[in-house]
């Protein structure tokens, strides 16, 4: 890394989180202005963008090789009061608060004041919304059975694919006029509405390049001022560039970058989507124009090196929009990601690491930032070597990169019906999510609480926190002869919030496809501009929609506990353990402490708690599977929980398997913290027993201290221990490798860690932002040495 | 004969006091290996000192199981076994003094092609080790003391049965790494390495070796089972020291690692 790479690193790492009003106070202009009238919603979106890219500054930070930022400087972040409006209390709060804050001064709380919040109130999708959701959803939101995730952001989870890195807008406009051309405007009634879109779609294509234009054009300004000669010959080759891309396709390494990031700013600027957004395979996307670079001369390694140096800072720069409430609980963290994609295979099935892979694998681990995260896809064909790099990256215990099982994805992903070879062109993104890149609009609509139900169903629909009957009359366990009936009950409870839930998505995903579409994302991924549909409306290539379940491992436990303790060993009645459990174990150590040692547990692999955590799996599956969803899409599951098993270990009571009252839950599909006894490969073999192909993805935490990852001996097995677990289907899998005492240490005297990186759950954060709950779960889960 | 020794099988009970999985440093691979109660041998340095103990004496884990179960446990890492080159040890105590139930699972996993080991002090009559031979892909052979006296007076028994049975083993053309528990005081002294090199160098041309250097991980256990140990203060060899018996027995053709 040389001198400029160190000085933009530090810049970026030393960039203070604050909120821009930049943003919020071009689109309350445009909208408050005469430019909307007589204008299509989607054109008042594509306007609004153009007024926001003509408009804002346009930074170039010192030494950088690739330009363009969201804000006015590094972590300046925007706010987007069309889809979630902030009050001055919430600006208070975000500025204030301990962790994952952002500065908001007085002037900022001033404009909002003055400007914002007198326009956008009742008016911000998230006001809307909330006028439309049933009471039984808002009932079930504030018990804390599921979360929302578009409540503040915007639908995205989705990945650019290949073709936009061969295609310039030029060509996508030429798309779009194809498009409007081919329009039925007799025989087809959609047509005038797609018009609109597709003229949308045109003039958000034209911002972007504009807002190129406009970096061309300061470059060129900085370039006649500049002194040093080095420096000015960089200006005006980006300048060069910036006047070709992304107008023009990328035809250079360099261009390729600053073609892809333009592009990004367009989506993150559009809306706040979930997810920033990605550029999924990017040793794929890139090869080509590595491998010409070199072979013409204008390319060494060295210099790809710096540009992506230059290209990760930009990542790091761009934090996740401020989150409030429950949504920040969920997702409590700066991390916005966007999950680089290494390996796997290419479109015709054939081994896709090369040459890139690897140096990508070096720049992740000398930059070792927390943004952009990282990950290899490893299927059966990619080599041992790609592997063991990664693993010794991860051996230095900053969590990144992961591991995804590239044959599991698309079985996944074929599953759900798509072709092969867009199955194949996809991955991973967010934590754990299979997509398939370029042509899927996979949207997380919130985290599933199944633990929580499984309390609410102990106490006959009623949910002791919020004091209201929120579930089903079930029963009082109490009465109940078998553990049949339990699970019965439980089923019962569970279809009934899984169909509350996926009333509120029909809802809110029409509220956005009417409200809020996004034009300029349309234009990126595959089919919405051939059908003239917005990606919010069900325009790309696929459509899916995910409801993600969390508490496994503990709802597997508390009901193994309930069949072992209550029904099959009789050392305990059903009245009493619920007497027990309101008491939150007060009093009752003994029988706590046989809970948890002299039960059965999920993670070693034994049939008696795993055959239940199957059961969970599959009830949870059939109750959202296929039914059918906004932007004709079809619901289906995946396992995971970013930070929200903290959130929803908060609204639940004592529960059978020896969890005291707010205690966080398991995470993901790893088992709870302490309970696996058998080590790594027992954890596996339990995980593996859910059927990991019928989800979008899991989420394994494996915890290991660095001696496993101590010398190439040790390596190769933790190779053959993922080898071993993706033939069983896996789907992911991540590594935690440092060691307690530096977490503890880094606890106490968080200013003198400030660089350390963990892994949490399907993500890296710095571990001083955490939360203290989620600081101690991570010491607890480092502590416990498998072996 | 066959069907018989099947049913048999079926109703056959052992004594183990542990199954550990994920085993790296039992033979090659990822390993699932498995501990098994009882030994004729009374080493001072014995490290699995609850091996010797009775089933339910001084609380241990020490538990009678059939030998379905067993089999069982040991199978569910196949895919890690198949991965890895691994497969299943026999440890203990020793393996071999519990022979029909050995057998029984040996047999087993060897149909299921696992890879097998036993780790062993070698003391057992040549009968066990001739019925086990054929189901065994790896000896974990330990050679402590070569002085016969020194060995009784170390190990409660003589040796002459041990080296026999190597000598058997390496006639059969039988896999052999063997493991050498460096033991400061007691067998590493110039006297016993050299009469080492010398009967391994008869024995075969490249005979593999670990040196397995004492450690105190076991004098916890002595205190939670309620043993005396008569070594209790003994300290570990240097690095230095493994190394030098390291050179030594290199100077003499012997590639020897490090533990095992």
Not at chain 1, 254 to 277: C, K, M, R
Not at chain 1, 333 to 358: H, M, P, R, W
Request: hydrophobic share 35%.
């Amino acid at each position: 890394m040389n001198e400029r790479i160190k000085k933009l690193r530090e810049q970026s790492l030393n960039a203070v989180n604050k909120i821009s009003v930049e943003r919020a106070v071009l689109i309350t202009e445009f909208y408050r202005s005469d430019e909307t009238r007589g204008k299509s919603v989607p054109e008042q979106r594509a306007l609004s963008f153009k007024y926001i890219l003509e408009n804002k500054a346009i930074p170039v930070n010192e030494g950088e090789l690739i330009v363009g930022e969201r804000g006015p400087e590094p972590k300046a972040t925007s706010t987007y009061p069309e889809v979630c409006l902030h009050n001055i209390n919430d600006l208070e709060i975000i500025d204030n608060r301990e962790k994952v804050s952002f500065e908001a001064d007085e002037k900022v709380k001033e404009i909002y004041k003055e400007q914002i919040i007198p326009y956008w109130e009742k008016r911000s999708v998230r006001d809307i919304m909330f006028s439309r959701l049933p009471m039984e959803w808002k009932d079930s939101y504030e018990a804390g059975v599921f979360t929302e995730f578009l409540e503040q952001r915007a639908p995205g989870h989705t990945v650019l694919g290949e073709k936009m890195f061969q295609n310039g807008m030029e060509d996508i406009i030429t798309e779009i006029d194809e498009s409007i051309a081919k329009l039925d405007l007799i025989n087809n009634p959609d047509s005038p509405a797609k018009i609109e879109e597709l003229n949308a779609m045109r003039i958000s294509a034209e911002a972007i390049v504009r807002y190129a234009e406009r970096y061309a054009e300061k470059l060129e300004e900085m370039s006649l001022v500049e002194k040093d000669t080095l420096r000015k010959s960089e200006l005006l080759n980006m300048a060069a560039i910036c006047r070709k891309v992304p107008a023009k396709r990328p035809e250079t390494f360099h261009e390729a970058l600053q073609h892809y990031w333009f592009l990004h700013i367009g989506v993150i600027t559009e809306l706040n989507p979930w997810d920033s957004f990605n550029p999924g395979r990017l040793d794929q996307h890139l090869i080509g124009f590595f491998n010409e670079g070199l072979n013409n001369n204008f390319l060494t390694a060295e210099s790809a090196k710096e540009l992506l140096y230059s290209f990760w800072v930009k990542f790091n720069n761009h934090p996740a929009p401020p989150k409030m409430g429950v949504t920040a609980k969920e997702s409590n963290t700066y991390t916005d990601f966007a999950l680089i994609n290494l390996g796997g295979v290419k479109q015709d099935g054939s081994d896709a690491v090369n040459e890139l892979s690897y140096l990508i694998l070096d720049v992740i681990e000398e930059m070792r930032i927390l943004q952009p995260s990282s990950m290899i896809q490893v299927s059966k064909k990619n080599p041992d070597s790609f592997i063991k790099k990664a693993l010794k990256i991860i051996s230095t215990g900053f969590g990144q990169p992961s591991v995804f099982n590239t044959d599991a994805i698309i079985q996944e992903l074929t599953a759900q019906g798509k072709d092969i070879a867009d199955a194949r062109a996809g991955g991973a993104s967010g934590c754990v999510e299979s997509g398939a890149f370029g042509t899927e609009s996979y949207i997380l609509t919130g985290y599933f609480n199944l633990a929580k139900i499984f309390e609410i169903t102990l106490n006959n629909g009623f949910d002791p926190r919020t004091k209201k009957q929120i579930g089903l009359k079930t029963g009082d366990p109490a009465g109940f002869s078998s553990f049949d009936e339990i699970l019965k009950a439980f089923r019962d409870q569970v279809n009934h919030f899984a169909g509350i839930k996926i009333r509120g998505n029909n809802i809110i995903g029409d509220v956005y496809s009417r409200n809020m579409p996004a034009p300029f994302l349309s234009l990126l991924i595959e089919d919405c501009i051939e059908n003239g549909t917005d990606y919010n409306s069900g325009g790309a290539r696929y459509n899916t929609t995910y409801i993600q379940g969390v508490g496994l491992g503990s709802l597997t436990d508390s009901l193994t506990s309930v069949k072992y303790n209550v029904f099959d060993n009789k050392q305990i009645t059903m009245k009493e353990l619920l007497n027990i459990l309101d008491k939150n174990f007060e009093g009752y150590d003994d029988i706590r402490k046989n809970f948890i040692d002299e039960t059965p547990k999920y993670g070693n692999d034994e049939d008696y708690p795993d055959d239940l955590a199957v059961e969970i799996f599959n009830i949870f599956h059939d109750s959202v599977n296929g039914r059918k969803g906004p932007r004709k899409s079809l619901h289906r599951i995946n396992m995971l929980p970013t930070t929200s098993h903290v959130y929803f270990g908060s609204v639940i009571g004592a529960l059978p398997d020896g969890r005291k009252k707010g205690e966080p839950l398991s995470e993901g599909i790893s088992p709870v913290q302490s309970a696996d006894r058998k080590g790594p490969s027992a954890v596996l073999k339990s995980a593996s027993k859910i059927d990991h192909l019928k989800t979008g993805g899991t989420l394994l935490n494996q915890k290991f201290t660095p001696t496993f990852f101590k010398d190439e001996n040790s390596l190769n097995k933790i190779i053959n221990l993922i080898r071993g677990y993706f033939r069983l289907d896996g789907h992911h899998i991540q590594f935690n490798v440092v060691d307690a005492s530096t977490l503890r240490e880094a606890k106490r005297e968080p200013e003198k860690h400030r660089d350390l990186i963990v892994r949490v759950a399907g993500y890296s954060d710095y571990f001083v932002d955490l939360v203290e709950e989620l600081q101690d779960e991570i010491i607890r889960r480092t502590e416990h040495e498998a072996v | 004969m066959v069907l018989i020794l099947y049913f048999h099988g079926l109703k056959m009970k052992g004594n183990i006091f542990d199954i550990k999985r994920f085993a790296l440093h039992d033979g090659p691979g990822i390993r699932t290996t498995l501990f098994m109660t009882g030994c004729p041998l009374d080493c001072l340095w014995c490290h699995n000192p609850e091996s010797r103990l009775k089933t339910g004496e001084n609380s241990t884990k020490n538990r009678i199981v059939s030998s379905e179960y067993v089999i069982d446990e040991l199978k569910k890492d196949l895919v890690f076994f198949e991965e890895s080159g691994g497969g299943v040890t026999f440890s203990g105590g020793e393996p071999l003094a519990q022979p029909d139930f050995l057998k029984v699972i040996i047999r087993e996993l060897k149909n299921n092609s696992i890879h097998t080991a036993i780790d062993t002090t070698g003391y057992a009559d040549k009968s066990v080790i001739n019925d086990i031979f054929p189901y065994t892909d790896l000896f974990l052979y330990d050679l402590k003391v070569m002085d016969p006296e020194k060995h009784k007076k170390f190990t409660g028994v003589d040796n002459k049965q041990i080296l026999d049975n190597l000598k058997f083993i390496f006639n059969r053309n039988g896999i052999v790494r063997i493991r050498f528990p460096l033991i400061p005081g007691y067998n590493d002294d110039k006297e016993n390495i050299s009469e080492m090199i010398s009967f391994l160098n008869n024995l075969t041309d490249h005979p593999q070796i670990d040196i397995l250097p004492y450690h105190r991980l076991g004098i916890s256990k002595y205190k939670k089972l309620k043993i005396d140990s008569s070594i209790e203060f003994l300290s570990p060899p240097s690095d230095d020291r493994i190394q030098e018996v390291r050179e030594m027995l290199k100077t003499n053709g012997i590639e020897a690692g490090i533990g095992g």
